[in-house]
């Protein structure tokens, strides 16, 4: 597809499981990054991938959260043992690194 | 500490006539700024930009202006349509580093016909 695409779409799950977010950004696109909405905030910025490299993961609320990315291409986020603080809407963006950002839909995530 | 703040949760205009987003920032390093529309259930999607050495970028119905030394940006939709209805985000970022973006908490604009 043209645009950066991101699985699933809805995500719940219970207390303390674990969770895996996709994001397939869009191809050529160098930096991918995370992002987090929570009800009624604004996007918080999460990680920051150049290409295979995380040079700025200052985002993450906790070691919780890990993410990676293979191929220059792909990238997961994943969160352990979730607590209800983390529900929130997850997005990612691609750009060729350049300040402009391309948004997927976002995966919404609610731990109950 | 929010770095980028939009204190309009909420505007209502009429169809036709101008419709004014205000943001702004504390971080005197900021220099590129950006406006994201976002419809419910999908992703933000770029509108405008504009650099640090500009103090007005205009794009069709769309124009953004930046007052550095106010720390203030505003977007006008001039005229508003009512598929304009939408929340919209400020952001600002760095060059350099990660240019990661930091945003506002959004404003929710209605265009009534």
């Known amino acids: 597809g043209a645009g950066v695409s991101q699985s699933p779409s809805n995500k719940v799950t219970e207390k303390g499981k674990d969770v895996e977010l996709r994001c397939d950004p869009i191809?050529?696109?160098?930096?991918l990054y995370w992002y987090r909405q929570s009800l009624g905030q604004g996007l918080e910025f999460l990680i920051y991938?150049?290409?295979?490299?995380?040079?700025?993961k200052s985002g993450l609320p906790s070691d919780r959260f890990s993410a990676e990315r293979t191929g220059g291409s792909v990238s997961t986020l994943t969160i352990q043992r979730t607590q209800q603080e983390d529900s929130a809407v997850y997005l990612c963006a691609s750009s060729l690194g350049q300040i402009k950002q391309f948004f997927g839909p976002g995966t919404r995530l609610t731990v109950l | 500490d929010q770095q980028v703040k939009q204190n309009s949760p909420s505007l209502s205009v009429q169809e036709g006539r101008i419709s004014i987003l205000n943001c702004d920032y504390t971080?005197?390093?900021?220099?590129?700024f950006l406006w994201y529309k976002k419809y419910p259930a999908e992703g933000p999607t770029f509108l405008i930009s504009?650099?640090?050495?500009?103090d007005k970028n205009e794009d069709g119905r769309f124009t953004v202006f930046l007052n550095k030394s106010a720390k203030h940006l505003s977007l006008h939709i001039v005229p508003s349509q009512p598929g304009d209805s939408a929340v919209y985000f400020c952001a600002a970022s760095e060059r350099g580093g990660s240019e990661k973006l930091v945003f506002g908490k959004g404003t929710k604009l209605t265009v009534n016909p």
């Open positions: 971080n005197s390093m900021f220099d590129y």
């Open positions: 504009i650099s640090s050495i500009k």
């Open positions: 191809s050529g696109h160098t930096a």
């Open positions: 991938f150049q290409g295979n490299s995380a040079p700025d």
